[in-house]
């Protein structure tokens, strides 16, 4: 299995700690001798990281001569920090740290490939090829929104994998509402609204035989404190910032949803299927009675949602009298 040291473009575990240390005592000058002998580096390393931090935005003021100190605690998602929250938890254990990478839902099908184990969480401060559903790409600003891609071997046979789809967003809905107050829409099959603009989105990808799932990667995008959207999304992105007025700590909005994840997940397990098609329906107000537009990629049609399949599946009563099931495809409200 690939060690966080050595997969490609994750952060040096040593920088980690240079991180962690200043933010653990923020505000107060280090001596650039007692960093180095902490962290078990040179004190030349030390300025050399320094330096890295601030070209990644991380404002360290201070010299090595008259020690370092961090000006503002930075919203970073420290792998330490992220490892010392979920500590015990089934996601505290193998935490992949990366300021910039592609897409982490890349780096997490990588991870399934070289047998990485269940639980493994793979984090971008900021993605240069985020995946969207439907071959989008997802905007991934630097340090601003959550880019999280969860590591799963259940024992599910292929067919089952999307409920876990609609897993992740019941718990990123729960989060959200912890986190905000906000009770955010649920669209089937799993994004995440507010006031009509998209906050999250969940993309899973897997790598199955044809009976048995080897591994499911679940990735989530969360908008949190970004304040404006480049384009066409300005008109149909939001983040909690925006919606709340209120800068959220990503740290504590990750922590939330992994705990979140993790129990709705070994319940899941426990009880199967009808645990998250009936929760889902308790709380997606699209899933009954909603006036949809749907888009398969092989044809667009309108009609009214009438609750989901035993499997999950959106079932949509067509304008002539048609009744189907939707097995993927962008669903839009028709207002
Ligand atoms: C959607 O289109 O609604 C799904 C978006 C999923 C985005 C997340 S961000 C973290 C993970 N890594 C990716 O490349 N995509 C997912």
Redesign the pocket.
């Known amino acids: 299995m690939p060690q966080a040291t050595s997969l490609p473009g994750t952060t040096d575990r040593r920088l980690a700690a240079l991180l962690t240390l200043l933010s653990e005592n923020a505000t107060i000058v280090i001596s650039g001798a007692r960093i180095a002998r902490e962290i078990g580096v040179s004190r030349s390393t030390v300025w050399r990281w320094a330096e890295r931090l601030r070209e990644l935005g991380v404002r360290v003021k201070g010299q090595p001569h008259s020690g370092y100190f961090l000006e503002k605690v930075p919203d970073i998602l420290t792998p330490d920090l992220v490892r010392k929250r979920l500590k015990g938890s089934l996601f505290g254990k193998h935490v992949y740290h990366f300021f910039k990478t592609d897409?982490?839902?890349?780096v997490a099908m990588e991870l399934g490939y070289a047998e990485a184990p269940e639980g493994a969480v793979v984090l971008a401060e900021e993605?240069t090829a985020?995946?969207?559903?439907a071959g989008?790409t997802?905007h991934?600003e630097r340090g601003a929104g959550l880019?999280?891609?969860l590591l799963l071997r259940p024992r599910l046979s292929p067919v089952q994998a999307p409920l876990l789809t609609m897993l992740a967003g019941l718990s990123a809905h729960t989060a959200v509402q912890v986190q905000t107050g906000l009770a955010a829409e649920l669209k089937w099959p799993n994004?995440l609204l507010l006031n009509g603009k998209k906050i999250g989105?969940?993309?899973t990808e897997m790598h199955a035989e044809p009976n048995a799932v080897r591994f499911v990667i679940i990735?989530?995008?969360i908008n949190v404190n970004q304040e404006k959207f480049p384009g066409e999304l300005a008109a149909t992105a939001t983040s909690l910032r925006n919606e709340t007025g209120k800068f959220h700590p990503r740290l504590e909005f990750l922590v939330r949803l992994l705990s979140q994840f993790e129990s709705d997940y070994n319940r899941f397990l426990r009880e199967g299927a009808p645990y998250v098609v009936q929760r889902f329906e308790l709380v997606s107000s699209f899933a009954n009675g909603k006036r949809v537009r749907v888009d398969t990629g092989m044809e667009t049609y309108q009609g009214i949602t009438a609750g989901l399949s035993p499997e999950g599946l959106l079932i949509v009563k067509k304008d002539d009298g048609a009744v189907v099931t939707v097995i993927s495809g962008d669903v839009s409200e028709v207002r």
């Open positions: 897409s982490t839902n890349r993605q985020g995946r969207g559903r989008r997802w991934s880019y999280v891609t994004d989105g969940i993309l990735g989530i995008g």
